[in-house]
């Protein structure tokens, strides 16, 4: 039968959910890339003027952050779909890394000099690995969704490259609506004529593994945290009293993204996905939650540094902006998981979101400590909370 090894590459839905050691390998790519994200917006925000431009280098970031996180989700849905203990699945993935580091290295430059780098080898990643996967699966039902996203991923390609080619003025539209033709694709299930559309939210895949790979991912983004409280730390000595309290409670801001996340949604959601009635509604749902979420913890990541660098400088409204904004990004994106995982909001996220927000005008006055103060007194008050409805309520999951 033609589809026979096509049909071998499938998970087998009794295998175990855990993540593969091979899952594990990519992510290390990841990290690497990630560390580059972050570092282009210290850099514009620390820059001197007037080559200062706050805007556009939180543009680019969230450009490069966006193309990243479509080329790891799709990773972790592949490894979803198909066995990772197969030689040909190892290969894509292993193909996928190489690509993941080329962009990292790529990325400082990659709207001057390295242009034509960044969008070959973000083309040959994201259009080699659904048609390598047409190619694999053969006479295989599944052939027509890797078959839908080649030619969507095509289409897209024209513009990646086309951009490559243009101007340095030019470039960044063309690439944004590059990118934004991926994401359409996937948000509609890359209809083609004929073919019609394969929306994920309709897949037959393994959640609870897919749910772990997003946990795994927000944990990837914690050690971003972790890595650059470090970093910036041995970089200035510790050398007065209000950088070691800089080093000390940014560190106990990133233990309280850790809890407030894995309370009680983020804990649960697995089981959550696995007893849904419809767990690729889910699945799809955790994709854009987790895809803020970790936007956020880079961002207040970030906030990280311009503090622990100069804790009695005022940081201004940028600083106000990146580390109250992402705190209270991170809240929303968790109010959100919980209504995903128990079909409800959390008022008091939703508070905690709201207190940061209004609080950044005033922070935009404060000394860079006072404000990485305040966004650890909001998120130990949103803690507490958390552990007081533990206490008042008993576990649950989501209702049907």
């Given at each position: 039968?033609?589809d026979?090894?096509?049909?071998?590459?499938?998970?087998?839905?009794?295998?175990?959910?855990?993540a593969?050691?091979?899952?594990?390998f990519?992510d290390?790519?990841f990290?690497?890339?990630?560390?580059?994200?972050?570092?282009?917006?210290?850099?514009?925000?620390?820059?001197?003027?007037?080559?200062?431009?706050?805007?556009?280098g939180?543009?680019?970031?969230?450009?490069?952050?966006l193309?990243?996180?479509?080329v790891?989700?799709?990773?972790?849905?592949?490894t979803?779909?198909?066995?990772?203990?197969?030689?040909?699945?190892?290969?894509?993935?292993?193909?996928?890394?190489?690509?993941?580091?080329?962009?990292a290295?790529?990325?400082?430059?990659?709207?001057?000099?390295?242009?034509?780098?960044?969008?070959?080898t973000?083309?040959?990643?994201?259009?080699?690995?659904p048609?390598?996967?047409?190619?694999?699966?053969?006479?295989?039902?599944?052939?027509?969704?890797?078959?839908?996203?080649?030619?969507?991923?095509a289409?897209?390609?024209?513009?990646?490259?086309?951009?490559?080619?243009?101007?340095?003025?030019?470039r960044?539209?063309?690439?944004?609506?590059?990118l934004?033709?991926?994401?359409?694709?996937?948000?509609?299930?890359?209809?083609?004529?004929?073919?019609g559309a394969?929306?994920?939210n309709?897949?037959?895949?393994?959640?609870?593994?897919?749910?772990?790979?997003?946990?795994?991912?927000?944990?990837?983004?914690?050690?971003?945290?972790?890595l650059?409280?470090?970093?910036?730390?041995?970089?200035?000595?510790l050398?007065?009293?209000?950088?070691?309290a800089?080093?000390?409670?940014?560190?106990a801001?990133?233990?309280?993204l850790?809890?407030?996340?894995?309370?009680?949604?983020?804990r649960?959601?697995?089981e959550?996905?696995?007893?849904?009635?419809?767990p690729?509604?889910?699945?799809?749902?955790?994709?854009?939650?987790h895809?803020?979420?970790?936007?956020?913890?880079?961002?207040t990541?970030?906030?990280?540094?311009?503090?622990?660098?100069?804790?009695?400088?005022?940081?201004?409204?940028?600083?106000?902006?990146?580390m109250?904004?992402?705190?209270?990004?991170?809240?929303?994106?968790q109010?959100?998981?919980?209504r995903e995982?128990?079909?409800?909001?959390?008022?008091?996220?939703?508070?905690?979101a709201?207190v940061?927000?209004?609080?950044?005008?005033?922070?935009?006055?404060?000394?860079?400590?006072?404000?990485?103060?305040?966004?650890?007194?909001?998120l130990?008050?949103?803690?507490m909370?958390?552990?007081?409805?533990?206490?008042?309520r008993?576990?649950?999951?989501?209702?049907?």
């Amino acid at each position: 039968m033609p589809d026979v090894w096509g049909a071998g590459l499938l998970r087998d839905p009794r295998a175990s959910s855990r993540a593969a050691f091979l899952e594990l390998f990519f992510d290390l790519a990841f990290v690497f890339a990630l560390t580059r994200v972050s570092q282009r917006l210290i850099n514009e925000v620390t820059a001197s003027e007037p080559e200062r431009n706050v805007v556009a280098g939180g543009a680019e970031s969230l450009f490069f952050f966006l193309a990243l996180w479509l080329v790891w989700m799709l990773a972790a849905w592949v490894t979803s779909l198909y066995d990772p203990e197969q030689a040909f699945v190892q290969a894509l993935v292993i193909f996928v890394m190489l690509g993941v580091l080329m962009l990292a290295i790529t990325m400082p430059h990659a709207f001057s000099s390295r242009a034509v780098a960044f969008a070959g080898t973000y083309v040959t990643i994201q259009l080699g690995r659904p048609l390598l996967l047409t190619l694999a699966l053969r006479g295989h039902p599944r052939r027509k969704v890797t078959t839908r996203i080649t030619i969507w991923t095509a289409v897209a390609a024209v513009p990646w490259l086309v951009g490559a080619a243009m101007g340095e003025q030019v470039r960044p539209t063309v690439w944004a609506i590059a990118l934004g033709v991926e994401f359409v694709g996937f948000v509609t299930g890359w209809p083609i004529p004929r073919l019609g559309a394969s929306r994920v939210n309709q897949w037959e895949f393994n959640g609870v593994h897919l749910v772990e790979r997003y946990q795994q991912v927000f944990l990837i983004a914690l050690g971003e945290s972790i890595l650059i409280i470090g970093l910036t730390s041995s970089a200035n000595q510790l050398t007065t009293i209000a950088e070691v309290a800089a080093f000390v409670i940014a560190f106990a801001v990133t233990v309280l993204l850790w809890r407030i996340y894995f309370h009680r949604a983020g804990r649960m959601l697995p089981e959550a996905i696995r007893v849904a009635p419809s767990p690729g509604r889910l699945g799809e749902s955790a994709t854009y939650t987790h895809l803020v979420t970790v936007a956020s913890v880079l961002t207040t990541a970030v906030g990280f540094e311009l503090v622990i660098a100069h804790p009695t400088t005022r940081g201004g409204m940028p600083l106000a902006v990146i580390m109250l904004g992402g705190a209270a990004l991170f809240l929303l994106a968790q109010s959100w998981a919980e209504r995903e995982a128990f079909a409800r909001l959390s008022v008091r996220r939703l508070a905690g979101a709201l207190v940061l927000v209004a609080a950044v005008p005033l922070g935009g006055l404060l000394p860079g400590l006072a404000v990485l103060v305040t966004t650890a007194v909001v998120l130990t008050l949103v803690d507490m909370a958390d552990t007081f409805e533990t206490h008042r309520r008993p576990p649950q999951t989501r209702r049907p």
